[in-house]
């Protein structure tokens, strides 16, 4: 059974800095895409940035600012960001893309991000 659970969500001022964590269990984080989406409120899922095998893919939006990593001996993913706007408050989901057959995406609980200006 695949499961995310995220953490490292808060309350941060403009220009700060948070560090989330997705740790994974059922999976290895070092051989699925591993990404983070948002979702602020009335809006729709958003994606935010993805790790794969090789590369990482970022939203225009927070290029330069935050950054995906992997530790395979945690099994977790973090996402480093930096430099924050008001603009980045939402609730901040885990997403794990597995093929076995067919592509799965699965989920973590979401963990909130909020931004005060």
């Known amino acids: 059974q695949v499961q995310l659970v995220e953490s490292g969500g808060g309350l941060v001022q403009a220009g700060g800095s948070l560090r989330l964590s997705c740790r994974a269990s059922?999976?290895?984080?070092?051989?699925?895409?591993m990404g983070w989406y948002r979702q602020a409120p009335g809006k729709q899922r958003e994606f935010v940035a993805q790790?794969?095998?090789?590369?990482?893919n970022y939203a225009d939006s927070v290029k330069g600012r935050f950054t995906i990593s992997r530790d395979n001996a945690k099994n977790t993913v973090d996402l480093q960001m930096n430099s924050l706007k008001a603009e980045d408050t939402a609730v901040y989901y885990c997403?794990?893309?597995?093929?076995?057959?067919?592509?799965?995406?699965?989920w973590g609980q979401g963990t909130q991000v909020t931004v005060s200006s």
């Open positions: 997403n794990a893309m597995i093929l076995s057959g067919v592509l799965t995406p699965y």
């Open positions: 059922g999976i290895s984080v070092s051989s699925a895409a």
């Open positions: 790790i794969t095998t090789g590369t990482t």
